[in-house]
Each structure stands twice: as C-alpha cells, then as structure tokens.
C-alpha cells in the first residue's frame, strides 16, 4: 500500500524543518505533480512553524494548505489551532480531505485532517515515549 510520510522538527538550535513523501496517486494523469513536493502546499517551514501535509493534492495546491497554516502560526495562533483552521479552510473551500502536522518554534505540535483517519506520531523534550495514534 502506497501512501505519504511527512515529518516537521525543531532542533536544539531552534532551526525548523519539514518534508514529505509520497507514493503518489493511483491513475494519476501522466506529468501530474501532487502537492508533496511544493513548498506551501505539501510542506512548508519558516522562522515560526513547520507543516507537512498529507490529501488530496489538487486542493491542497489550490489553497495553499502549508502555507495557510504557517501564516495562521505567524498570527499567533497555537500550532493545534492553526492546524484545525487549515483544515476547516480545506473543508469550507474545497471538497479535498486529507490532515497535517504542525511544529511551532517553541516545539508545541499541532496536528487535524477531515479524512476517516490520519496516522501520526510525535516526540518532545520531557516525554519518556513517542506519541502516537490513528
């Protein structure tokens, strides 16, 4: 089964980072580029969070997913809010489902989707174990 892995990290120097990967659509258009490999649409860090992105591509394109969920970190918003506000943007704007990951400067992570589920694991300073669910 074919799917996509993202990752977004903080290091110990407070450099943030994000990447995703994935094994594309099935009857997909010959040519088709999806929304993994697009800076602001599949993945996207600055100075104030990293995002990684996992969906209907197509939409996440056309509204910028990434993007639009680091802007909501640059405004203040939580990494959980700015998370579940990208989201509610994918819902309301487009038909797309799909979820993301957010790491803020300060290592708070938020995480959303509207597909039936989303894997997803983290660890931080101060947990002992991974967290993880689906």
């Not at 969070?49 to 509204?63: K, N, P, V």
């Not at 400067?105 to 597909?115: D, E, K, P, V, Y």
Request: charged share 15%; with cysteine.
């Amino acid at each position: 089964k074919q799917g996509t892995v993202g990752a977004v990290a903080l290091d110990t120097s407070g450099i943030l980072a994000a990447g995703t990967s994935t094994g594309g659509t099935f009857n997909k258009y010959p040519g088709r580029v999806g929304d993994s490999p697009l800076v602001g649409c599949g993945f996207y860090a600055d100075d104030n969070a990293a995002i990684s992105c996992t969906g209907h591509g197509e939409d996440f394109i056309r509204l910028l997913i990434a993007k639009r969920a680091a802007d909501f970190v640059a405004s203040g918003a939580a990494a959980r809010d700015a998370a579940k506000a990208a989201i509610a943007a994918l819902g309301a704007r487009a038909t797309g489902l799909g979820g993301l990951i957010v790491v803020d400067r300060l290592g708070n992570i938020g995480f959303a989707w509207n597909s039936e589920h989303m894997s997803y694991a983290y660890m931080s300073e101060g947990l002992e174990e991974p967290a993880a669910g689906v």
